[in-house]
């Protein structure tokens, strides 16, 4: 996991080959204007959710891991806070592969690290995070997904 601010992503561009062009559409966007919905930056390789996403509480929001593909969550209308677990703490659970994901519901996170506008934060393949954690009702947010 990585986390930092927006202004320093190029620094990271060096672990993904994708990651350039993840820096070049923040550039190069009106972040604020995107519309909500999945945007295809390099087809299924590289692409952006933008959500209007429900705040949870941290005993609401669910650890996920996903085994392809690395996540690039950067907030846009607000803070958002995540829980945080590594994959040597989480318990097998069933993968979906369409999805990309495994859900663990019940399992707490260990820490919770908090994302405020201007930051981004990296999970790579296999950490445990619980995303939407939030004092906001709603709030609108991108998810990058980049090959790993």
């Not at 609401?60 to 846009?76: F, G, N, R, S, Y």
Request: glycine share 6%; proline share 6%; with cysteine.
């Amino acid at each position: 996991m990585i986390i930092d601010l927006l202004e320093n992503f190029e620094k990271y561009i060096s672990l993904n080959p994708l990651f350039k062009e993840v820096l070049t559409f923040v550039q190069s966007t009106n972040l604020n204007e995107l519309e909500t919905g999945k945007h295809l930056i390099k087809g299924e390789e590289l692409f952006v959710n933008v959500q209007e996403a429900k705040g949870k509480t941290p005993n609401e929001a669910v650890l996920e891991t996903h085994q392809k593909m690395i996540d690039i969550q950067i907030p846009i209308s607000g803070d958002e806070s995540f829980g945080y677990l590594p994959c040597s703490e989480l318990p097998e659970m069933e993968y979906n592969e369409a999805k990309d994901m495994t859900l663990y519901p019940g399992v707490p996170s260990r820490d919770i690290i908090t994302c405020k506008k201007g930051m981004f934060v990296i999970f790579f393949p296999l950490e445990g995070h619980a995303p939407c954690i939030s004092a906001q009702t709603e709030f609108k947010k991108m998810i990058f997904k980049v090959k790993s």
